[in-house]
Nanobody, 119 residues
Framework: QVQLVESGGGLVQPGGSLRLSCAAS????????MAWYRQAPGRQRELVAT???????NYADSVKGRFTISRDNAKNTVYLQMDSLKPEDTAVYSC?????????????WGKGTLVTVSS
């Protein structure tokens, strides 16, 4: 059973920083794309950032220059460094990964971690 577990959310003041982590565990043979999504109250889920296995990254325009996605392939973990946080960054952040398990490639989601940016 493959699982994704996020950590690192919390309350931070505007202009502050947080680092999210998401660790994949279980029967994992390979991980392709890993990503972070977020969903704010009353809004649709949006893609924040993606990273491929070799390390190619893409970001939503709203977070470019403020957020950095990275991954540790040896630890099956993806990170999201969030700097210069704004109140509009408040959301539940979830990680996503394309994982080759025992049978085939499948898409997995974590349960999410809440980030609140407020003074």
């Amino acid at each position: 059973q493959v699982q994704l577990v996020e950590s690192g959310g919390g309350l931070v003041q505007p202009g502050g920083s947080l680092r999210l982590s998401c660790a994949a565990s279980g029967s994992i043979f390979s991980i392709n794309v890993m990503a972070w999504y977020r969903q704010a109250p009353g809004r649709q889920r949006e893609l924040v950032a993606t990273i491929t296995a070799p390390g190619n990254t893409n970001y939503a325009d709203s977070v470019k220059g403020r957020f950095t996605i990275s991954r540790d392939n040896a630890k099956n973990t993806v990170y999201l460094q969030m700097d210069s946080l704004k109140p509009e960054d408040t959301a539940v952040y979830s990680c996503y990964a394309e994982i080759l398990g025992r049978l085939s490639w499948m898409n997995y989601w974590g349960k999410g971690t809440l980030v609140t940016v407020s003074s």
